[in-house]
């Protein structure tokens, strides 16, 4: 298992390098100038991240500090052991669904305090990894069809990010 | 939605340290949280870059129609009804295959043109009422399950928080979204289902016709436009 998962990456950018070397010249350079495109637009998004990240960060560190982080953690345990889920992951879990750089924001403040190899570290990963800003995906696909009833919607879309937390920290425990 | 997240985590850190008598302490975990998004945003850049520059490689080089291709069947039967009038399902595969390459910029708009054409197929239901149909739900709900097939952002800040091994988690995180976009499609079908079933058996809806007639009636609706 852990070998295949290392080769997943390794894969992917060979399958990248032999499609830009066995391509006819004009589409091999296409598909540079389309790596190019897509390196800058990455290097866009973290950018723009970082005046949200600031602004995060710094309160996620303070509700570390403040031993909020703990004292919900500590209260979040019982739940959490039943179900498998390490406590450390709680608040990902409240914002997952409300927006990304939030998300983004309290991952990356995770994996420096848990290795992003741990169980913690990897729960988090594989929940960030198989679901969506849930909230935020709703709101914006009815209001462009100006949809204000959107029956089961909202409680379908909790069920299945509950559905993904559980399955996530089983299937790390499996894997690993 | 941000500006709210901030304001409760300020304030909860605020009354909680007041409590625990750790207020001194919540200044220099500001100034350094801050400094640390520098850090982490800088992490970000390369991985970032890398991983948005393969994904649009595989774009240009025909992933998306080889995908296309691919779930094309599958989306037919989850939707039938766009599939029988003949309209949204191009949208929908466009918009399913474009957030599978994680193609975040090209996706919303796509997933907003599919919307469109499903209100259009419900036109009574979605103009009258102002109600979602079921398909909508059903897209919706499949859309807040990460179809990602390579989540660029999650790769970023492992290889930025110095993992060992940031692509080890992909294979869980495949299994894990299928089988979420499994029960997505399953959690939004069971109640429309359940629904409509209880609708034809306790209470037929006064303004409607017997469903063989309402079936024609709307079929026939659709020939003439």
Same mark, same amino acid.
């Given at each position: ?35 190019? *495109?897509? $390196? ?5 998004? @973290?950018?723009? #991240? /970082?005046?949200? &990240?600031? =602004?995060?960060? %710094? *309160?996620? $560190? ?5 031993? @909020?982080?703990? #004292? /919900?953690?500590? &209260?979040? =345990?019982?739940? %959490? ?11 990902? #879990? ?83 | ?225």
């Amino acid at each position: 298992m852990k070998f295949a998962a290392g080769l997943v990456v390794p894969l992917i950018l060979a399958a990248v390098g032999a499609l830009m070397l066995f391509a006819r010249r004009e589409k091999s350079e296409k598909y540079f100038d389309a790596f190019i *495109a897509g $390196a800058r637009d990455g290097m866009q998004t @973290a950018v723009k #991240l /970082l005046p949200a &990240l600031v =602004a995060l960060l %710094c *309160a996620v $560190a303070m509700f570390n500090a403040s031993g @909020a982080a703990e #004292l /919900l953690a500590r &209260l979040a =345990a019982p739940v %959490c052991g039943a179900l498998g889920i390490p406590p450390e992951i709680i608040p990902l #879990l409240v914002v997952r669904p409300v927006s990304g750089s939030a998300s983004s924001a309290l991952a990356a403040e995770l994996f420096s305090r848990v290795s992003p190899d741990s169980f913690a570290g990897r729960c988090a990963s594989v929940i960030l990894g198989s679901s969506d800003t849930a909230l935020y995906i709703i709101a914006v696909y009815f209001a462009a069809v100006g949809i204000k009833k959107t029956r089961h919607t909202l409680p379908a879309a909790l069920a299945v990010m509950a559905v993904c937390v559980l399955l996530a920290c089983t299937l790390v425990r499996w894997l690993y | 939605m941000l500006g709210k997240i901030f304001g409760v985590l300020c304030l909860i850190s605020l009354v909680c340290a007041s409590i625990t008598g750790k207020l001194e302490a919540l200044g220099g975990a500001a100034a350094q949280g801050a400094a640390s998004a520098v850090t982490v945003s800088l992490g970000l850049l390369g991985a970032m870059a890398l991983w948005n520059g393969i994904m649009r490689v595989l774009d240009a080089a025909g992933a998306t129609r080889a995908l296309a291709a691919v779930t094309a069947p599958i989306l037919r039967f989850v939707f039938p009804d766009a599939y029988r009038k003949n309209r949204g399902i191009s949208e929908i595969t466009a918009a399913v295959t474009a957030n599978m390459l994680g193609l975040g910029n090209a996706a919303t708009p796509l997933s907003i043109a599919a919307m469109k054409a499903l209100a259009e197929n419900g036109r009574d239901e979605v103009a009258v009422r102002g109600r979602a149909t079921d398909e909508m739900v059903t897209f919706v709900v499949l859309s807040t399950a990460s179809l990602d097939l390579v989540p660029t952002t999650l790769l970023a800040l492992r290889t930025a928080a110095g993992s060992a091994n940031p692509g080890e988690i992909l294979v869980p995180v495949w299994i894990c979204s299928s089988l979420c976009a499994l029960s997505a499609v399953l959690l939004a079908k069971i109640p429309s289902a359940v629904g409509r079933w209880l609708g034809r058996t306790i209470k037929p809806p006064a303004d409607s016709s017997p469903p063989k007639m309402g079936w024609r009636k709307r079929r026939g609706d659709g020939m003439l436009s």
